[in-house]
């Protein structure tokens, strides 16, 4: 029963477009949300992240979206450049449950 | 050096063999992590040490058993495994266990078990 689910593999986006990749949870406990990214032969490097009681965060070009009725979260990438290229993870955890739980990420390509 | 570094970062091993991976923090922090990612799969939390304790053990088979003999260093000893084991195994750190903590990841160990 995956808690997490990134439902796009792969997205490719031109570059300097917006690149949205999508994520959704079915635990309605879940209550601070996570971006993290990851280069090949590298582990994950965090992103950005959002509390559930806001509905938006913005970092320079990345802004995350929490749509908490439909406990859907996205994350925006504008402008796309060609080093965002890299698999992108959601993960989501619950007050004192210690634990992150990730989707399967999905393979952004930005191309030139 | 910095960050959380992982060694081997490739391995292959028989089903009879015993093995361990090594992760090593260098950021001070006092949660450590094992992950495991087998592929098309999410990332799945295998173990959670705080402060040099087991706080968490997410239905890990004994084939795996993990040590943390200090907050810098966590290892995950590998004996009678089965093809099934073959994944990247990441070791992550946190300031401590809060789920609000940012987890750093080292860059994992590439298993193999034929």
């Known amino acids: 029963d995956q808690q997490v689910k990134q439902n796009s593999p792969s997205l490719s986006v031109q570059e300097g477009r917006i690149s949205i990749l999508n994520c959704d949870y079915t635990?309605?406990?879940?209550?601070?949300f996570l971006w993290y990214k990851k280069y090949p032969a590298e582990g994950p490097t965090f992103l950005i992240s959002?509390?559930?009681?806001?509905d938006k965060n913005e970092d320079g070009r990345f802004t995350v979206f929490l749509n908490k009725s439909a406990k859907h979260l996205s994350l925006h990438i504008v402008p796309s450049q060609p080093g965002d290229s890299a698999v992108y993870f959601c993960a989501a955890s619950a007050v004192g449950a210690q634990k992150l739980v990730f989707g399967q990420g999905t393979r952004l390509t930005i191309n030139p | 050096e910095t960050g959380v570094t992982q060694t081997p970062r490739h391995l292959v091993m028989g089903m009879t063999n015993k093995k361990s991976l090594k992760c090593e923090q260098h950021l001070g922090h006092n949660a450590m992590y094992w992950y495991k990612q087998s592929a098309k799969k999410p990332l799945e939390l295998m173990f959670v040490y705080s402060l040099e304790e087991r706080v968490e053990n997410n239905s890990v088979p004994s084939r795996f058993s993990p040590e943390c003999p200090n907050s810098s260093h966590l290892f995950l000893h590998l004996h009678t495994l089965q093809p099934e084991d073959s994944a990247l195994y990441l070791c992550a750190s946190s300031q401590d266990k809060s789920e609000t903590e940012t987890q750093y990841f080292g860059p994992g160990t590439r298993l193999l078990v034929l």
């Open positions: 959002i509390s559930s009681i806001k």
């Open positions: 635990n309605s406990m879940f209550d601070y």
